[in-house]
């Protein structure tokens, strides 16, 4: 259930499996990057986020990598539970732009 | 505890008919967004305040406006919807401009008879 490097509009995986959702951001300045998110019927929520001067990040069950070279973002999930079903979004910020530009999310189904 | 309330959640407009969908915040955040979002696809900012500031995105329509009367709401206007504005529309705040991240509500699906 595991995919690196492309990114895929959908993910399907086995609960207690690791997923791996990629995305690719446009900006070369981008300097903050978010991850969000989304269950269905309601607004994104934040995940975890990473700064540019680094390209690893952790937090509890999630790890975020950043590949500035190839402008590139992922989100790992360890033991993915089916909680962890939802749409999930990578941002970008720009510096001293405050706004964040959304990526193509991924929809992560979690099979039982 | 709800910190980024949207009202109503689900709203329902004529074509043409002017509607203003409300957005308030407890966290006294600076920055107050709002995102239109269709079918599963990535929101797209509209429009974002910094305080008193108004930021329009260049794409936006001009058939969406917004208001800041205070901190803590911020009400979007469609001034005359058509089909194709019927989305889910989403508020989001931040506790300033840069390095933070983003708390959105619970979004008011529009639908446009």
């Known amino acids: 259930g595991e995919s690196v490097g492309l990114h895929l509009p959908t993910l399907s995986v086995q609960e207690g499996d690791n997923s791996i959702i990629n995305c690719a951001y446009s900006n070369s300045a981008s300097d903050y990057f978010i991850w969000y998110k989304q269950e269905s019927g309601k607004g994104p929520q934040f995940i975890i986020d990473?700064?540019?001067?680094?390209d690893k990040r952790q937090g509890q069950r999630v790890t975020v990598l950043l590949n500035k070279t190839v402008k590139h973002l992922s989100l790992q999930i360890a033991a993915t539970q089916p909680g962890d079903s939802a749409v999930y979004f990578c941002a970008e910020n720009r510096p001293r732009g405050g706004k964040s530009t959304f990526g193509d999310g991924t929809t992560l189904t979690v099979k039982p | 505890d709800a910190m980024v309330i949207q009202n109503p959640r689900y709203q329902v407009t004529q074509f043409g008919k002017p509607v203003t969908l409300s957005c308030s915040q407890t966290?006294?955040?600076?920055?107050m967004y709002w995102y239109q979002q269709k079918s599963s696809q990535a929101p797209k900012l509209l429009f974002h305040?910094?305080?008193?500031?108004?930021?329009n995105e260049a794409d936006t329509p001009d058939n969406f406006q917004s208001r800041r009367p205070n901190t803590s709401f911020c009400f979007l206007d469609i001034r005359s919807p058509g089909l194709g504005d019927a989305a889910m529309y989403l508020c989001a705040t931040s506790r300033d401009q840069g390095d933070y991240e983003q708390y959105f509500g619970p979004g008011t699906r529009l639908t446009v008879t």
């Open positions: 966290l006294n955040h600076n920055v």
């Open positions: 305040y910094y305080d008193k500031d108004f930021n």
């Open positions: 990473i700064r540019s001067n680094m």
